[in-house]
């Protein structure tokens, strides 16, 4: 699987927006982009994907790089709730068996001051 | 929203013991998955089964581990004889298919602590 490259930590304010980069310069055209998320002492959680075109859900947006070497999850209003680790994950589209896992990174540590 | 439930929340066991986790994956999900977290570190996958058949199994996964779905409705994994270092948060995942279209949803795990 592709390597995804993020940083290890962020602060947002209450309210404002949050912009969560994700660097993946060796993508290949058929892996999708993941965003999961982990809150404090939960499981993870699917937040988006995405493989060329902007995407919208109503958690958040994912905005992909014309080249694909980059991503960025947009939180349109970080509340304290969005606090979390969130992990850019690679995703091959060409499934057998070896693509059914999700291979985690560290993440970011997304921090959210009232 | 139908949701991954996972018992026990914690379980405790000495080292050399048997433990059986219990997972009960969302009831129209084909695909289920089981990963671990030990304390500070990433999230690993285990296994993945699908069709009473183990599809995939990573290099954590030796002969101590096993996977059953012993009913329509739960998925377990059991270790056979726990170690100090299987201490960790373990998850239950499950999904519809496979493939990337398919988001994995995940229960709130369960903590095992080996002593």
């Known amino acids: 699987d592709a390597k995804t490259t993020q940083p290890n930590s962020m602060e947002s304010n209450e309210e404002e927006p949050v912009h969560l980069p994700c660097n993946h310069s060796?993508?290949?055209?058929?892996?999708?982009i993941h965003w999961y998320r982990q809150l404090p002492s939960q499981g993870p959680e699917y937040v988006i994907h995405g493989l060329t075109s902007n995407v919208n859900n109503r958690m958040a947006s994912l905005a992909i790089a014309e080249d694909r070497k980059s991503s960025t999850l947009i939180l349109h209003r970080a509340t304290l709730r969005d606090a979390a680790v969130y992990y850019c994950?690679?995703?091959?589209?060409?499934?057998?068996?070896?693509?059914?896992?999700?291979?985690f990174g560290t993440g970011t540590l997304l921090a959210v001051q009232p | 929203e139908p949701e991954v439930t996972q018992t026990p929340s914690h379980q405790v066991t000495q080292m050399g013991q048997e433990v059986i986790l219990r997972c009960v994956p969302i009831?129209?999900?084909?695909?289920f998955y089981w990963y671990r977290q030990i304390l500070g570190q990433k999230v690993e996958f285990l296994v993945s089964f699908y069709n009473n058949e183990i599809s995939e199994k990573s290099e954590i996964f030796d002969d101590q581990f096993s996977v059953e779905r012993p009913d329509g409705s739960n998925f377990t994994l059991k270790i056979r004889s726990t170690k100090l270092e299987d201490s960790a948060m373990y998850f239950c995942a499950s999904s519809v298919l496979a493939g990337v279209s398919y988001e994995q949803y995940f229960g709130p795990g369960t903590r095992l602590t080996v002593t």
């Open positions: 060796t993508i290949s055209g058929t892996d999708y």
């Open positions: 009831s129209n999900h084909l695909y």
């Open positions: 994950i690679l995703r091959d589209r060409n499934y057998g068996g070896a693509t059914n896992k999700l291979i």
